[in-house]
Nanobody, 114 residues
Framework: QVQLVESGGGLVQAGGSLRLSCTAS????????MGWFRQAPGKQRELVAW???????NYADSVKGRFTISRDGTRNTVYLQMNTLKPEDTAVYYC????????WGQGTQVTVSS
């Protein structure tokens, strides 16, 4: 069964940066598209960035130009570098395959203060 462990969240002021990490085990990591999702209070979970096994990345319009997704196949890890953070980026961030596996990790909380 796939296990996903996210880390790197925290409290940051608007304009600041954070780098999230996600390690996946039990999956053919190098063969699948990986993505970062987020869920803000009272809202549905949304996909914000995804990266193909070849390294091609795509972003939701809300984060384009500010977030960068990357992956390290040797570590089964996917990263999300988040710059110029805004209060509306506040959410719990999760990684998963795209399309997502049924099971999710615990996520990592990102809080951006104004």
């Amino acid at each position: 069964q796939v296990q996903l462990v996210e880390s790197g969240g925290g409290l940051v002021q608007a304009g600041g940066s954070l780098r999230l990490s996600c390690t996946a085990s039990g999956s053919p990591f190098s063969m699948i598209v990986m993505g970062w999702f987020r869920q803000a209070p009272g809202k549905q979970r949304e996909l914000v960035a995804w990266i193909s096994r070849g390294g091609n990345s795509n972003y939701a319009d809300s984060v384009k130009g500010r977030f960068t997704i990357s992956r390290d196949g040797t570590r089964n890890t996917v990263y999300l570098q988040m710059n110029t953070l805004k209060p509306e980026d506040t959410a719990v961030y999760y990684c998963n395959a795209v399309p997502a596996y049924d099971n999710w990790g615990q996520g990592t909380q990102v809080t951006v203060s104004s």
